[in-house]
């Protein structure tokens, strides 16, 4: 009779042990889709999907230009009416993350890879061949080495640039501070697209006669050590669409701007967190544009090796930082503001 309750009482607590388990138990399909984006069509909740087409995105890092530009990409496709899923893997701003994540779009077999800025273009491309793939937020990808050139890619990679007008932002800086005698140039040695930029307005100034000195950080530890060993040396600062710069410009102006030295920088959402001014364009814009290609791949079946790099198509937007500005004491010109 002692055997028989105490098998009842095992077998009691192994049934509420059980039920409490079965409790605290996820449904998994709720779970492991951080990072992913589903249009409408897509049913991602455990049930077979119902979207025609399959499409990865590895973005370098986040912050509002790349933001803008998948955001503009996604909405693109909404407005073409595109039947899809989608999956966003961010790689944090470390560009080592880039090739772990580029495999996992490949292993997926996806139908089309989004690739926003060039390290995460530059890894994808180097894992795999075949899939299409387009880039965005690349300033120049025959210079990084991404297609053959930019009006004939010959490969499996194609897209957009986000090309910045150096030549006009340079003018820019020399109208706002005419002073000027030497400009500081600021950006990430380990970013092609940066390099590419600095070298370009190097020229423009140095055909000015300005002088230029190049400071370079390659993480953002060094931004602001750097920043300060430029103060004394600099009139000016110009800083090209450079990721690195972008994500640490607020650190870059709390060095520069007390010490009266202006930055002309590369987009507009560096000028709204420090930078003093520039001429700059709409980054959503070129996610559409990209997504037009996307849709002429994947609906018509366009052939990415014949398909040329796009350029912003939009207006240029001058953008300003008034409370810089007024720090600097530095006034717009009214002809200029309008």
């Known amino acids: 009779m002692k055997k028989m309750k105490k098998l009842l009482s095992i077998l009691l607590a192994l049934t509420l042990?059980?039920?409490l388990a079965a409790c605290n138990t996820t449904d998994e399909n709720t779970e492991g889709n951080e990072g992913t984006e589903n249009n409408e069509n897509v049913e991602n909740n455990g049930e077979t999907s119902t979207a025609e087409f399959s499409i990865g995105v590895i973005q370098l890092a986040s912050h509002p230009a790349l933001d803008a530009a998948r955001e503009g990409f996604v909405a693109g496709l909404d407005e073409a009416g595109l039947s899809y899923e989608i999956e966003v893997l961010n790689a944090a701003g470390e560009q080592a993350n880039c090739p772990t994540l580029a495999t996992k779009l490949v292993n997926d077999q996806v139908d089309l890879i989004l690739a926003i800025a060039t390290p995460a273009a530059q890894a994808v491309a180097q894992a795999t061949d075949t899939i299409p793939i387009l880039v965005t937020a690349v300033t120049d990808p025959a210079y990084a080495g991404l297609v053959e050139s930019n009006d004939a890619p010959g490969g499996n990679?194609?897209?957009?640039?986000?090309?910045?007008?150096?030549?006009?932002?340079?003018?820019?800086?020399?109208?706002l501070v005419p002073e000027t005698k030497t400009v500081g140039l600021l950006y990430n040695a380990g970013e092609d697209n940066s390099i590419l930029q600095a070298n370009l307005a190097e020229e423009i100034l140095t055909a000015k006669n300005i002088a230029v000195e190049?400071?370079?950080?390659?993480?953002?530890?060094?931004?602001?050590?750097?920043?300060?060993?430029?103060?004394?040396?600099?009139?000016?600062?110009?800083?090209?669409?450079?990721?690195?710069?972008?994500?640490?410009?607020?650190?870059i102006s709390m060095v520069l701007t007390p010490e009266g030295i202006p930055t002309i920088c590369g987009e507009g959402n560096m000028v709204n967190?420090?930078?003093?001014?520039?001429?700059?364009?709409?980054?959503?814009?070129?996610?559409?544009?990209?997504?037009?290609?996307?849709?002429?791949?994947?609906?018509?079946?366009?052939?990415i090796s014949t398909m040329p790099i796009g350029f912003y198509e939009g207006e240029l937007e001058l953008i300003v930082n008034d409370e810089v500005a007024a720090e600097l004491g530095i006034e717009i010109p009214a002809d200029l503001m309008q």
């Open 17 to 19: 042990l059980f039920a």
């Open 214 to 251: 190049h400071f370079t950080a390659s993480d953002s530890s060094q931004v602001q050590s750097v920043a300060q060993s430029m103060v004394g040396k600099v009139d000016a600062v110009y800083i090209p669409t450079d990721n690195l710069m972008a994500d640490t410009m607020a650190t």
């Open 273 to 303: 967190n420090g930078s003093l001014a520039t001429y700059g364009f709409s980054y959503e814009e070129l996610g559409r544009q990209t997504a037009a290609q996307a849709v002429s791949i994947l609906k018509d079946g366009a052939d």
């Open 157 to 175: 990679v194609s897209g957009t640039s986000d090309m910045n007008p150096v030549e006009d932002q340079i003018e820019l800086l020399l109208t």
